[in-house]
C-alpha cells in the first residue's frame, strides 16, 4: 500500500483508491485566503521625508508598517508621545492621504 505525509502523520492509501493530493501551492494566492485572521506585521520601515496629511495639516510619519497581507500604513507620534506601531493613521477621522514633503 501506498504511504502518503499528512498533517496528522503517514496514512496508508489502498491501492485503486480515488484521493486527491493537495499541496501546499493550494495555500498560496490566489488560489486560497487565510480568513478571519488579522494580518501580522511584517516589516517596520522608516518614515523619512513623508507625512500624514490630517485635516490639512502634514503630520510626520514616523514609520510605514508593512503586512504580510501585502498593505501598508503609515503611524505617527501619538497622545503622550507614544509610538504604537498598531495604530494606523489612516484611521483617523480628518486623515486624507500622504505626501512627501518635497510635495507639500
Known amino acids: 500500500?501506498?504511504?502518503?505525509?499528512?498533517?496528522?502523520?503517514?496514512?496508508?492509501?489502498?491501492?485503486?483508491?480515488?484521493?486527491?493530493?493537495?499541496?501546499?501551492?493550494?495555500?498560496?494566492?490566489?488560489?486560497?485566503?487565510?480568513?478571519?485572521?488579522?494580518?501580522?506585521?511584517?516589516?517596520?520601515?522608516?518614515?523619512?521625508?513623508w507625512y500624514a496629511v490630517i485635516g490639512g495639516e502634514g503630520i510626520p510619519l514616523i514609520a510605514?508598517?508593512?503586512?504580510?497581507?501585502?498593505s501598508m500604513y503609515g503611524v505617527v507620534i501619538g497622545e503622550n508621545g507614544r509610538i504604537d506601531l498598531t495604530d494606523s493613521v489612516e484611521q483617523h477621522p480628518h486623515f486624507t492621504g500622504y505626501k512627501q514633503a518635497n510635495n507639500r
Do not use: K
Not at 14 to 23: D, V
Open 1 to 49: 500500500m501506498p504511504i502518503i505525509n499528512t498533517t496528522t502523520g503517514a496514512v496508508e492509501v489502498p491501492r485503486g483508491t480515488r484521493s486527491h493530493i493537495n499541496t501546499s501551492a493550494i495555500l498560496e494566492p490566489p488560489l486560497m485566503t487565510y480568513e478571519g485572521e488579522e494580518p501580522e506585521i511584517l516589516a517596520v520601515l522608516p518614515g523619512g521625508s
Open 64 to 70: 510605514m508598517v508593512a503586512l504580510d497581507d501585502a
